[in-house]
């Protein structure tokens, strides 16, 4: 009230001397005027969308509240706690994402994650989780009531349930196999854990956020990737060869096959028409056997015998010419 | 006039001091211990508004709420010699603040309290147990991406008896027994939130975890040389399958040609042998004899007959000029 002071004033320098009369009957409605606009500024408190409101009186839970605009007895009788209950809040672990303008970077070599994320499996070996969970409040007045920090409590419940799952988890199935288990199990007994407590927190999702294999071991991990597709490869190159080999053998051999067959045509077809010329000569030969016989023979001594450049006719009665011909010479020869 | 109204003012604060001494609000979140003269008299649970002894008495707070306590990480020796560093959690709360006020004070030596329970507690604890009994919470079977890895992990294993979570009841029983009643505080949780080798052993684990998956890549390498090895194989096998068949059919139909055509033949030519035998001769007369051909002919053969005259024959004069 910045009016106050000049008003109890004037009425020291002013109104005492003029009368006191007028302070008499003014000065208790001014109080209580004030009182009122003090009291009904008070009174009234908003709760904005996103949230809702718990009400204290004397310290004792009287109601929750949602958004809007509402009356409360003031002086501190009635205590408000208001608390966003439509946000879904973030909770990391293994990394942390820091703002920086307009882009957030996520920053996995933060220094206090590195406890949060490297976990023993239940072979016995190392696996680095990160994981986010996303939460909100689902009544208002047991966030407020029954634990004190509500966020370390969420935190706390988390690595240690994380842990529990993948200490009873396989190395392959915390990098690859089980996760989606993991993520739903982590959900389940995350709210379990926090239902016992009474936190008024409801769990909406956790997330993997890029199980690894610690750095010192990755390419080793990496290398059985790389092995796993190089097998693929030699096999399917070795399939492309078989596949590419097999049918041209095929066709080789069908080939072969109808070419037989030709012969097999041919070769019948030829002796069938061999022997039909044949039969047709003999039935004519039957009329005039001899004479065609002759005919034949001097026919074929006629083609014969010019093709002949040395042709020796020798009369059986001389005897010893064989010498004078040459053919010892020719027998040397050979 | 002027000092009636400064008597009443002073009556009205000797009101309000007399009333806010005598009244206090115990709100939801907190409980009270009321003391007289720094004695503590009564707890106070109940919520609201509350009516003491103005001047004389006192109200002091504790936090009715689950409160938290977050131990560090300490090396603990486990059964079977592993080396291992755990951090535990706690969550607590203080149901009787009268003697919590009498026998602890302040919230702070309640946590340096449970910081000393807690931790031997743990340690006791899991010392008594293998590593794997700790760490593992069932005996559920583990699954790999390799056969082989099963197999490994199938001749390493142990029955787990117990569990993590029958182990944190442990420890929690164990706490709580430590506590016996005597603090007002009640242990509401304990787990176990990082459990891992110490620093110095981890680089032997790496090494374990690096030449078991480099002998896996191994594995798979040698793997495909074999799948290719057997793909190949066959792939031989059965061109050799094809190439034999191919030519097993196409010799077997090309003697059947020859077979037939034999057949064919002999059964025309047995019926005139003899004029085959003659029509053939003269055939290979025709290709048998040509330009490089030495012929040495006797004059006593049928052809040249003539050439020595007519003196023998004279039927064979007619049959030549019959010609």
Redesign the interface.
Known sequence: MPDYGPRRKQPDINFEQIS?QPLKKFLPPIIMLLFIIISGYSAFYTVKANEEAVI??????KETVGPGLHTKIPYGID?ILKGEVKTIYNEEFGFRTRQRGNTSIIDYEFPEAQ?EK???T?????AEVNWVIRYKIKALEEY??????VR??IR??S??VM??LV???????VL???RIEIEQMAKENIQNGLD??KCGISIQSVLLKGVD??I??KD??N??N???Q??????N???G??NK??PA??G??????R???G??????N???G??KA??A??EE?KKAEDVT??????E??A???P??????????DLKGLLPI?GLNE?GIKK | MKRNVIIILIAIGIIAIFLKSSMYVVDERLQAVITQFGKPVRTVKEHGLHVKTPFIQDVRYFNKRILNWTGEISDILTRDKENIGVASWARWKIVDPLSFYTSLGIEARGQGLLDEVIESAVKNVVSAYPLKEVLRNSNRKLEYTTKELEVAEETKKVIIKKGRDEITAEILAMARRSLEDRYGIELVDVRIKYINYVAAVIPKIYDRMRSERIRIANKYESEGRREEAEILGTMRKELERIESEGYRTAEETRGQADAEAIKIYAEAYTKAPELYSFLKTLETYKTTISAQTRLILNTDGEYFRYLKGFEKDGGAVEAWSLE
Not at chain 1, 122 to 126: K, Q, R
Not at chain 1, 252 to 257: D, G, L, P, T, V
Not at chain 1, 293 to 298: I, V, Y
Not at chain 1, 307 to 316: A, H, N, S, T
């Open positions: 006191l204290l009186r004397f310290g004792k839970y205590k406890e490297l976990m023993l239940a072979d016995l070996n190392c407020f009531f029954n634990v004190r920090d370390e409590t706390g419940i690595q240690s842990r529990t200490g009873d988890l396989s190395i392959d199935e690859t196999i089980g016992e407590y294999p610690p010192a071991v080793a991990f290398a059985v790389q092995a796993i190089n097998k693929d490869k030699i096999i190159e070795a399939e060869q078989k080999l097999l053998a095929e080789k051999k069908e080939q072969a096959i070419e037989a067959e012969y097999y045509v041919r070769r019948i030829r002796a069938t061999d022997v044949f039969l000569v003999y030969y016989r002759r005919r034949l023979f001097l074929t001594m083609d014969v015998l093709k002949c450049e040395k042709l020796y006719i020798i009369d059986k011909l020719e």
